[in-house]
């Protein structure tokens, strides 16, 4: 399973991004997505959590500005992004584990990352 990220940018302080990761293959569920993100010269952060049935989890320093989402008829996840601030440049990473179809009757499970979507936020 591959999954295409997308929707980073340039933005300016206090403005707003939409991130998506869509999984393409025969999926047949998301159970968990996470987004990271990674500034240069720094460790992989957390940013967001969704798993299913449980509220999603936030890192500390996006909570109130950051929402985790997804549609599952789009097989798609997304970071909704308000309030950016400088320090909320980063390339973003996402991670969706699930299962998809290999056969008409089996399925399997996949853990996959997308490919990073750099986000600049900068007057």
């Known amino acids: 399973v591959q999954l295409q990220a997308s929707g980073g940018g340039l933005v300016q302080p206090g403005g707003s991004l939409r991130l998506s990761c869509a999984a393409s293959?025969?999926?047949?569920?998301?159970?968990?997505s996470d987004w990271y993100r990674q500034a240069p010269g720094k460790a992989r952060e957390f940013v967001a959590r969704l798993t299913r049935g449980e509220p999603p989890t936030y890192g500390t320093p996006v909570k109130g500005r950051f929402v985790i989402s997804k549609d599952d008829s789009k097989s798609t996840v997304y970071l909704q992004m308000d309030s950016l601030r400088s320090e909320d440049t980063a390339v973003y990473y996402c991670?969706?584990?699930?299962?998809?179809?290999?056969?008409?009757?089996?399925?399997?499970?996949?853990?996959?990352w997308g490919q990073g979507t750099q986000v600049t936020v900068s007057s």
């Open positions: 991670n969706v584990a699930g299962r998809h179809w290999v056969t008409d009757t089996a399925k399997r499970a996949f853990n996959s």
């Open positions: 293959g025969s999926i047949f569920d998301i159970v968990a």
